[in-house]
């Protein structure tokens, strides 16, 4: 998984000034070591619907799109994954929130890679038997760590630091999950304020070498979304902070 080839230079998303960090790959996209910087999206139907995404899917890869993610809420969701993934022309990663078992049954099915955030996943032997599954399975796992969800003893903290606290989070994950053994993760750290996303993003990356997906979360209707997007991709891309982008 640590596979750092990739294309390199001084073109658009390319590594000139980047920030250095460790590869994983989502099917045939590296994302992280000398991989441009990825576009990705998500799909708003659930893998059970299962035509309706593959439609939005297909669109989505004809726009540019390189990885998307589709919400699995229950078992027929991730029994329909396997066939979303099959017919899917670009890597499929699975959005897990609260039950752990579906993010191992999403495995099975076959995605490309798991997006959890550990403070609602549960236990930590939660988050380790998913990260055992991904290990098996030879595929990323993407902390996703956001303002709406912190652990309980980091919301007072978020009141009066925010960028401070979304760090902490994710910085305590990293160090739980690494003490399995895994290291093939993915970060994100998203607020719906930008300034605070760029703040947090800043800090996280100073004290490691993991990929970091970058983003505004519930950034809000088109026009206004949009722009607070451009305003932290603009300002974490120039630091050379991010390896895969996602407009909210």
């Known amino acids: 998984m640590k596979d750092d080839k990739g294309s390199a230079g001084g073109g658009p998303g390319m590594t000139r000034g980047r920030r250095k960090t460790r590869a994983v790959r989502y099917g045939e996209v590296g994302v992280g070591g000398t991989h441009r910087v ?6 708003t139907f659930p893998a059970s619907e299962r035509d309706g995404a593959l439609a939005q899917i297909r669109a989505l890869a004809a ?4 990885i998307v993610r589709v919400a699995v809420r229950d078992a027929v969701d991730a029994d329909s994954l396997q066939w979303i993934c099959g017919e899917s022309p670009i890597p ?6 609260f039950d752990h078992r579906l993010a191992i049954a999403s495995i099975r099915s076959g995605a490309a890679g798991i997006r959890i955030n550990p403070g609602n996943i549960g236990s930590p032997d939660r988050v380790r038997a998913v990260v055992d599954a991904a290990g098996g399975a030879g595929i990323p796992v993407r902390i996703g760590v956001n303002s709406g969800s912190l652990e309980r003893d980091l919301r007072e903290k978020y009141a009066a630091d925010p960028a401070g606290a979304l760090a902490e989070s994710a910085l305590r994950h990293m160090v739980m999950i690494e003490q399995t053994g895994f290291r093939d993760m993915v970060f994100s750290l998203k607020s719906a304020d930008p300034a605070e996303t760029v703040e947090a993003n800043r800090i996280f990356a100073r004290s490691n070498d993991y990929p970091l997906h970058v983003g505004v979360t519930e950034a809000g209707p088109p026009l206004s979304g ?6 932290a991709l603009t300002l974490l891309l120039s630091d050379g902070i991010g390896d895969t982008v996602r407009v909210s």
């Open 63 to 66: 726009a540019g799109c390189e």
């Open 226 to 231: 949009t722009a607070r997007s451009v305003v």
């Open 92 to 97: 499929v990663v699975a959005d897990i929130h």
């Open 38 to 43: 990825s576009i990705q999206s998500m799909s």
